[in-house]
């Protein structure tokens, strides 16, 4: 069975601390694409990275680096110098190559970047 | 390019009643994916829609029903609205396994 966890429910940062928004997976696939996702309060969930199973490439994109380890099952996300932009939900989520192709969420992590 | 557009962005309803929720899609986009955002629930699953055909959804009962239309924009109906059902809605189109979201709607059941 599929499975996305992220145990962090809320964070609390000062602005311009790094922040690591912790995700650990489930799946008996070999073949699998991990996602992360930003819900700001707004409401829509603004797509930020996907990643194949085969990639195990570190991505670094402005100040968002993602950290995909297989060995450990986790696809960790990292914020340079938060801004208080950066304050929103933050979900990872799993795709798989069985059946429904369906997109697994995890709960979510709430981030607060204080002024 | 527009991204994925829903409508209405708010929806009050009363328990018994029945709700319609609209989505087009990202312009190229055939396949739509509708899921709910109930308080406390996290984001589950409800239906996909491919080609103008139903071809998975979620563990939600048959009052959740909707369609896709010809120009792949789809329909998401809710029947019997029970006070549970309140939750933002979303509606995603996917392009290389990315799944593109709206902004949603929020369905308030009273």
């Known amino acids: 069975a599929q499975k996305v966890t992220q145990a962090q429910t809320e964070i609390s940062v000062v602005e311009k601390e790094d922040v690591t928004l912790d995700c650990v997976y489930e799946?008996?696939?070999?073949?699998?694409?991990l996602f992360w996702y930003k819900q700001p309060p707004s409401g829509e969930l603004v797509f930020l990275i996907r990643r194949n199973s085969f990639d195990e490439q570190n991505e670094i994109s402005g100040r968002y680096s993602w950290n995909f380890q297989k060995s450990t099952s986790s696809f960790n996300f990292t914020i340079t110098a938060s801004q208080v932009v950066d304050s929103a939900v933050y979900f990872c989520?799993?795709?798989?190559?069985?059946?429904?192709?369906?997109?697994?969420f995890g709960t979510g992590t709430r981030l607060t970047v204080i002024p | 390019e527009a991204g994925v557009t829903q409508s209405p962005t708010h929806l009050i309803k009363t328990r018994g009643q029945q709700a319609t929720l609209r989505c087009s899609p990202i312009?190229?986009?055939?396949?739509v994916y509708w899921y709910q955002q109930a308080l406390g629930l996290g984001l589950q699953f409800l239906l996909w829609?491919?080609?103008?055909?139903?071809?998975n959804r979620g563990n939600f009962p048959p009052r959740f029903s909707g369609r896709q239309f010809p120009n792949y924009s789809s329909e998401l109906n809710v029947n019997a609205l029970e006070l549970e059902d309140s939750a933002l809605y979303l509606c995603a189109s996917i392009n290389f396994r990315i799944r593109y979201f709206g902004a949603g709607t929020r369905l308030s059941v009273l």
């Open positions: 829609y491919d080609e103008g055909e139903e071809r």
């Open positions: 989520a799993l795709v798989d190559e069985t059946g429904a192709n369906n997109l697994f």
């Open positions: 312009s190229g986009h055939t396949s």
């Open positions: 799946t008996r696939d070999t073949t699998y694409y």
